[in-house]
């Protein structure tokens, strides 16, 4: 049976109206409005009801539980020694000026450091995926230098590059720690970009690029703007969680000497016995993660919801 009677009226009842479905449509013989149906509207505000009651649980249970260990940890007996080593009120406030003056050397290495990540890691990553044997002296030496620096800790890097180039005497080698610092630092996140990108661009279905050779574009533009433009977009959450790591992991150059934010942390502890600058530092290195592991969340979300996911 057709939606429309013998007299050509619709199932409305008038001619020219639109009866509004479950998921809504055009009323009031306006082609093109739409509004939504009472299903709809019912289903939203029963959405928006389960979302503030979950609200309201999470924020309660999570006052319950801070309420919970805080209580605990001022009650245990060793609460006042704590209390006088780690959150002394007056030795913070005597060491956030150095601490803070230190930390501004951990943001500087960080600045400077990821931009030289994100190009060594893309080269390394291309070098990687050419399959032509003449450059298979080049993808040997890539797939070399990604396992022995993502195999290699951090810390050790820094060792040997900090305390190892100077050694050679070589001429141009720096001896600037900071410099020094830098390069340890982009070796070692180098290696796991390279991986991150390669990774971003496996991803791509080979279609892509069966399309984009059969158009005529050669394998550099192929890269250049079919793979990479949509590797990098998939790419970009794990990216910032690596940049939260190196940008944790800066601290790690106070030990070659630079005055960052540790180090000086280190050196107040040293003239006084009490941990509290190290709270300053820890502080201090929150409040620039933080916001970025946000972002990362929200990147990552926004991704699955292009998806679809």
């Known amino acids: 049976m057709s939606e429309f009677g013998e007299s050509g009226k619709s199932a409305a009842g008038e001619p020219g109206q639109t009866a509004v479905g479950e998921f809504g449509g055009p009323r009031n ?17 029963v959405r928006r009801s389960h979302a503030r009651r979950s609200a309201s649980i999470a924020t309660v249970s999570t006052i319950v539980f801070i309420v919970l260990v ?11 020694r704590v209390q006088e080593t780690f959150f002394n009120s007056d030795e913070f406030v005597k060491a956030l000026p150095d601490v803070l003056r230190g930390f501004l050397l951990n943001i500087k290495i960080f600045l400077i450091a990821e931009p030289l990540i994100l190009v060594v890691g893309l ?30 800790p951090t ?18 080698i720096p001896t600037d720690l900071v410099t020094l610092a830098i390069i340890a630092l982009t070796l070692s996140y ?19 690029v069966a399309a984009a050779r059969s158009l005529g574009l050669s394998h550099f533009k192929t890269m250049r703007f ?19 790591s190196l940008q944790k992991d800066t601290a790690l150059v106070a030990t070659i000497g630079p005055l960052e934010a540790l180090r000086q942390a280190q050196i107040h502890v040293a003239s006084t016995f009490n941990y509290t600058p190290y709270l300053v530092a820890a502080l201090l290195f929150i409040l620039l993660t933080i916001p970025m592991a946000r972002l990362t969340d929200h990147l990552a979300a926004r991704t699955r919801r292009r998806r679809g996911a």
């Open 123 to 152: 080269l390394v990553a291309l070098a990687r995926g050419i399959r032509k044997p003449a450059f298979f002296p080049i993808r040997a030496l890539a797939t070399l230098y990604t396992d022995v620096f993502r195999g290699v």
């Open 190 to 208: 180098g290696a796991y970009v390279a991986e991150v990108f390669r990774s971003g661009i496996d991803s791509i279905h080979p279609s892509q």
């Open 155 to 172: 810390i050790l890097v820094i060792y040997l590059i900090g305390f190892g180039l100077p050694a050679l005497r070589l001429q141009g």
């Open 29 to 45: 013989g306006v082609v093109g409005e739409w509004v939504k149906s009472e299903r709809q509207i019912e289903r939203e505000r």
């Open 226 to 244: 079919v793979v990479l433009p949509q590797a990098t977009r998939r790419v970009v959450p794990p990216l910032l969680n690596d940049f939260v």
């Open 70 to 80: 805080v209580s605990i940890v001022t009650n245990s007996p060793g609460w006042p």
